[in-house]
C-alpha cells in the first residue's frame, strides 16, 4: 500500500471580517497517497481554495495542520517552510505568468529564486518544454499564447524544481472543453512518467472523472464525503455528492407515477446500443430523463437515468436485463 505524502489533521481556517467571523474550513482531516491523482470538489464558496492554500501553509490554518513527507508544516521555520514549497508545485486558474518575461524566462524564475545558475536553468526549462509539448513557443511571450498554451508554461514553470506534489487550483476553469481535455491528459501523462502526486482543485465533476483516483467533497467547509472515484460516481451517498453528481443545470425534472433507474456506465461494458436492445426486447418505450455518457476506446462511460414503464413485472425485467449487462443499476426515488 503507498504511503500518505500529505496528511491533513483536524484542520480548521476562519477569517475575520467586518461582518465577524468567516469559518472557511471546518475539522478537516484527509490522507493523499504518493503517486496518486486525488481531487477535491465542491461547490463555489465551500472552502476547497483555502484547503489548497493550506496544505502548503500559503494560509496558516487557524487549528490542526498539515504533514508533507512526514514534516509538520506547523513547527518549521519559515526558512524550512520555504525548502518545503520547493517540493509543492502550483498551477492557477489565471497561469499568473509574468507578461514581460518570455516563456523560458518564466519557467526559470522558479529556478532562479532557488539560487540554479542560468545554464542549468535554461537546460532544465527547455527540457521541460519538450515536456508539456510546446518547445516552439520558447522565445514567445504570454499575451502571443493561447490559454492552453499558457497553462502548459505554467505546468512547466511548477514542475522546474522537481516537486513532489503539483496542486492545481481549478487549473482547467478557464479553458474550453477540448483545451481543458488536453491539459488533463497531459497531467495525467506527467504523473504517470515522473510519479508526480497530484491534488486536482475543482467544481467540475467530469474533470474528477477523467483524470482522479480518489476524490474528496467540500461541502460548506467541511468534507461531506471520501473514496475512490467509481465508487461516489456509481453510488454517492451524501445530498452533496449527489448534486455533484447530478449537475443542476441539467437536473431531472419531476415526474409522477413511475419508477426511474439510474444506469452507470464504468467501462466495463462495450458501447452498445443496450437502452434500444432493451426496449426491442421488452417492446416498451422508455424515457430518458438525464444523460451524460461517453465513448472511451470502444468502452461506455457516464451515466443516464430513465423512467420505466407503469409495470412493475416490466419494469424488474428491465433492470435484471441491464444487470445482465454488467451495468450499475440503481432505482433514483427522489429525482421522479
Do not use: W
Request: glycine share 8%; proline share 3%.
Amino acid at each position: 500500500m503507498k504511503n500518505p505524502i500529505i496528511e491533513i489533521e483536524n484542520l480548521s481556517k476562519t477569517f475575520k471580517s467586518t461582518n465577524g467571523e468567516v469559518h472557511a474550513l471546518d475539522n478537516i482531516n484527509l490522507e493523499i497517497l504518493e503517486g496518486e491523482i486525488f481531487g477535491i470538489i465542491g461547490m463555489s464558496g465551500a472552502g476547497k481554495s483555502t484547503l489548497v492554500r493550506c496544505i502548503n501553509f500559503l494560509e496558516k490554518p487557524t487549528q490542526g495542520t498539515v504533514f508533507f513527507d512526514g514534516n509538520d508544516l506547523s513547527r518549521l521555520t519559515k526558512k524550512e517552510l520555504y525548502k518545503i514549497r520547493q517540493s509543492m508545485g502550483m498551477i492557477f486558474q489565471q497561469f499568473n505568468l509574468l507578461m514581460q518575461r518570455d516563456v523560458i524566462g518564466n519557467i526559470c524564475f522558479p529556478l532562479e529564486i532557488a539560487g540554479v545558475d542560468k545554464k542549468s536553468a535554461r537546460k532544465r526549462a527547455y527540457e521541460l518544454l519538450e515536456l508539456v509539448g510546446i518547445s516552439e513557443k520558447a522565445d514567445s511571450y504570454p499575451a502571443q499564447l493561447s490559454g492552453g498554451q499558457c497553462q502548459r508554461v505554467a505546468i512547466a514553470r511548477a514542475l522546474a524544481t522537481n516537486p513532489k506534489v503539483l496542486l492545481c487550483d481549478e487549473a482547467t476553469s478557464a479553458l474550453d472543453p477540448a483545451t481543458t481535455q488536453g491539459v488533463l491528459t497531459l497531467l495525467k501523462d506527467i504523473n504517470k512518467r515522473l510519479g508526480i502526486t497530484i491534488v486536482v482543485i475543482t467544481h467540475e465533476m467530469r474533470v474528477i472523472q477523467d483524470i482522479c483516483n480518489r476524490v474528496a467533497i467540500i461541502d460548506h467547509s467541511r468534507i461531506a464525503e471520501v473514496g475512490d472515484v467509481e465508487q461516489i460516481f456509481s453510488n454517492p451517498k451524501t445530498a452533496a455528492a449527489k448534486r455533484l453528481v447530478f449537475p443542476q443545470d441539467q437536473s431531472i425534472r419531476h415526474f409522477s407515477g413511475t419508477r426511474c433507474i439510474r444506469i452507470v456506465f464504468d467501462g466495463n461494458s462495450s458501447f452498445e446500443p443496450v437502452i434500444a436492445g432493451m426496449v426491442l426486447d421488452f417492446r416498451q418505450p422508455v424515457n430518458i430523463l438525464f444523460a451524460d455518457t461517453k465513448n472511451i476506446d470502444g468502452k461506455a462511460f457516464g451515466q443516464l437515468v430513465i423512467q420505466l414503464p407503469q409495470d412493475d413485472d416490466i419494469a424488474n425485467g428491465m433492470i435484471e436485463y441491464l444487470r445482465a449487462k454488467e451495468l450499475t443499476v440503481e432505482e433514483v426515488e427522489g429525482y421522479v
